[in-house]
């Protein structure tokens, strides 16, 4: 009010409606006019007087009279509802508080039982790479003993080699299958490390929930004692009008601090609800990643399974290498034993071939028998009849079985020879040499490349072969067609 005074007039409150006169009895409560003042007894204003004017027309009125108590009871059944919806309101944050101290219990006792598995997951984990590493050490060694083997095998025989290449290729895939196992291992300790830092913020994320909590506990202590306070206010208002007034103001205070309390217990309800929501979801995503630990320590256990296997078999291969490593030896021995005894029969047959006896002496050439000298080789040109003639390979074994080969021309001196040795006679079309087509280029059969290209016209195409005939160019044409061939050994130094 601008001046701050207050004003009541003479209220009359009956329990029956009809007019009767002013007999103060027990149904009846009469009040008197009470004016309080904070400042000194002034003049009347203007305002005052119709104030008064006012009483007196309330006096006056039995209708209004009523009316006011009508209004005073309607007073009377909202502060009534207003406590009644105060106790709800308590026992409504009471029982969310329980329910939450409930479910944190729990929550907490479920986080310390994943800690403790995830403890021992790691402990577990801890041992396998531990095991891993000896594992290692022993398949290193192994490997170190098969490359030792596999190199004294090399030098012995060239079917030892392929195998020992196949060993090579397998002890690649173990290393392979090591280093994954090694990155593996590294994602899980990175896993485990964020595991640990999850539970970190767990523990923290626990710690703000019991303080909120414990707020929770304040306020609510702050309400009873607000609703206590507002009890006795009530108390005090149906036992003397003018403390009302005094009370009625602290009411409106207490009122809006408890509206300021429920909203700020309604803020923190809202943040331990989004915390918890927070608290669910690292918990889902610890779960996750729990998940993915466990299947990533399944996969390393198929992996050493595997490479167990793997090192089984090296080793039963190992064994093997080894029996054929002592066949083989025997076998060497024994071709060393028949390839001195060739080499005396060769001995003997070379003298018999490039020297015959003639006249009780030996006469010693250059060539055998049937074999034409020139320019250091000797070379000897089969013109077999039709039936008879070969394809280029065929060619090449026949020439293989006389410890020669197909003729490799170096010059045009030597093409030139080459020619006088392929006569046009009966049905013979050309004579095989030992030049062919590979990957689109014109190679001999000592590895090396034709380097004059004007030999021969055709294009390189795989599957040709080159023959040879007098009078006409080097020709090209398939592999598979048969002709007669020309072999081209060295000759013999005498």
């Known amino acids: 009010m601008a001046e701050q005074e207050l004003y009541y007039a003479t209220v009359a409150i009956k329990s029956k409606i009809e007019l009767q006169p002013r007999v103060t009895n027990e149904n009846e409560t009469e009040y008197d006019e009470v004016k309080v003042n904070k400042e000194p007894p002034q003049a009347k204003t203007v305002k005052e007087a119709e104030v008064e004017k006012q009483n007196e027309s309330v006096q006056q009125t039995p209708d209004q009279t009523v009316k006011e108590a009508e209004r005073f009871c309607r007073y009377q059944q909202l502060c009534c509802c207003f406590g009644t919806l105060c106790v709800i309101l308590v026992l409504t944050i009471i029982g969310v508080w329980v329910y939450f101290r409930v479910s944190t219990a729990s929550e907490l006792n479920q986080l310390k039982s994943s800690q403790k598995v995830l ?31 596999s190199i004294t095998l ?133 779960t996750v990643e729990n998940y ?61 071939v490039y020297c015959p006896k003639k006249n009780g002496g030996r006469n010693c050439t250059s060539c055998q028998n049937g074999w034409n000298y020139n320019l250091s080789s000797c070379y000897a040109y089969n013109d077999a009849v039709p039936s008879n003639q070969r394809n280029w390979e065929g060619a090449r074994e026949d020439c293989r079985s006389k410890i020669s080969d197909l003729t490799v021309v170096s010059n045009n001196a030597e093409k030139d020879y080459v020619k006088t040795q392929s006569p046009a006679t009966g049905s013979i079309t050309g004579f095989w040499i030992g030049l062919r087509a590979v990957e689109g280029k014109w190679k001999w059969l000592d590895g090396s490349d034709l380097t004059n290209q004007t030999w021969i016209q055709q294009p390189a195409t795989d599957g040709k072969c080159v023959t040879s005939l007098q009078n006409r160019e080097w020709t090209s044409v398939n592999c598979t067609e048969r002709n007669a061939w020309i072999c081209e050994k060295k000759a013999l130094s005498v």
């Open 119 to 149: 403890l021992e997951e790691n402990q577990n984990l801890t041992n396998l790479n531990n095991k891993l590493s000896s594992d290692y050490k022993n398949l290193t060694i192994q490997f170190d003993n098969l490359t030792t083997a």
């Open 154 to 286: 090399k030098n012995n025989i060239t079917t030892l080699i392929v195998e020992n290449y196949n060993l090579t290729v397998a002890t690649t895939m173990l290393k392979n299958n090591i280093t994954t196992l090694t990155v593996e291992n590294y994602n899980l300790t990175v896993a485990t490390t964020m595991l640990k830092n999850n539970i970190t913020t767990l523990t923290v994320e626990n710690y703000n929930l019991t303080v909120a909590t414990t707020m929770l506990k304040n306020n609510i202590t702050t309400l009873t004692a607000e609703n206590y306070n507002l009890t006795v206010a009530t108390t005090m208002l149906k036992n003397n009008i003018t403390t009302l007034t005094v009370e009625n103001y602290n009411l409106t205070v207490a009122t809006t601090m408890l509206k300021n309390n429920i909203t700020t217990l309604t803020v923190e309800n809202y943040n331990l609800t989004v915390a918890t929501t927070m608290l669910k979801n690292n918990i889902t995503t610890l």
């Open 292 to 352: 993915n630990l466990t299947v990533a320590t399944t996969m390393l256990k198929n992996n050493i399974t595997t490479l167990t296997t793997e090192n089984r078999n090296l080793t039963t291969i190992n064994e093997e290498l080894r029996k054929d490593k002592k066949n083989l030896t025997e076998l060497i021995k024994n071709m060393e034993e028949t390839w001195n005894e060739l080499n005396v029969s060769r001995a003997q047959w070379s003298i018999d």
